[in-house]
């Protein structure tokens, strides 16, 4: 089945110390998002790629960048994570600006701890 | 800046005893409106997209309505398995904005 994969599904970094999460998607969309959800809260988009163009949120925190090196992948990198990134990622997919049956597809997320 | 509240925060109810969930939103240019399913540890699961307002959708127990303000998700003779978080979420402006969930809990 076609379908949002995310690598790996729990990730413990340490203060400080980069990270890198993982998104493929076998869909062949052109547009790939990047969300974080914390404990109990609404999916906040932090940027997404439509095709090879990136687009950042304005409220995105610098520690956070993204790379897309084909129509397959995407990566989310925290540079330095702090305490207060510990929380659900969640990379999603859409052909175009999401239109249509089934919209967005979401991957299962990956669940970063802190410590 | 485009919002959307969904009420209430949780709601239980016992198997069998139908409901609506509310989500209502203030945006410019609504391209549509989504719900999805979310359950614990994992990524929301789509449900439905409603373009217009009076537009309706079913699946199984599950049926989403859209005025110009909100949307509605009505659960009909809810089972367990009915469980989980339900998001809902706008699409407007190149981008799709969620609400916090409503957290939904069916006791047999």
């Known amino acids: 089945d076609a379908m949002v994969i995310q690598n790996p599904r729990y990730q413990v970094t340490q203060f400080g110390k980069p990270v890198t999460l993982s998104c493929s998607q076998t869909l062949n969309h052109n547009v790939m998002y990047w969300y974080q959800q914390k404990s109990s809260q609404a999916p906040k988009l932090l940027f997404h790629y439509y095709d090879k163009d990136f687009n950042n949120e304005a409220d995105t925190p610098d520690n956070f960048q993204s790379r897309r090196p084909n129509t397959s992948f995407c990566f989310l990198d925290i540079r330095s994570p702090g305490l207060g990134d510990a929380a659900m990622y969640l990379c999603?997919?859409?052909?175009?600006?999401?239109?249509?049956?089934?919209?967005?597809?979401f991957g299962s997320g990956t669940r970063l701890t802190v410590v | 800046e485009d919002q959307v509240t969904q009420s209430p925060e949780a709601l239980r109810l016992q198997e069998g005893e139908s409901s609506s969930l509310n989500c209502s939103y203030t945006v410019s240019g609504l391209r549509g409106l989504f719900w999805y399913r979310q359950d614990p540890g994992k990524g929301p699961e789509f449900l439905f997209t409603l373009y217009s307002a009076g537009e309706e959708k079913e699946k199984e127990r599950l049926k989403a309505t859209l005025t110009k303000k909100e949307s509605f998700l009505h659960i009909t003779a809810p089972k367990p398995e009915d469980s989980a978080t339900y998001l809902c979420?706008?699409?407007?402006?190149?981008?799709?904005?969620f609400g916090q969930g409503t957290i939904l809990t069916v006791h047999p």
């Open positions: 999603a997919t859409s052909r175009g600006q999401g239109s249509g049956a089934g919209g967005y597809t």
């Open positions: 979420a706008v699409q407007a402006n190149g981008k799709l904005t």
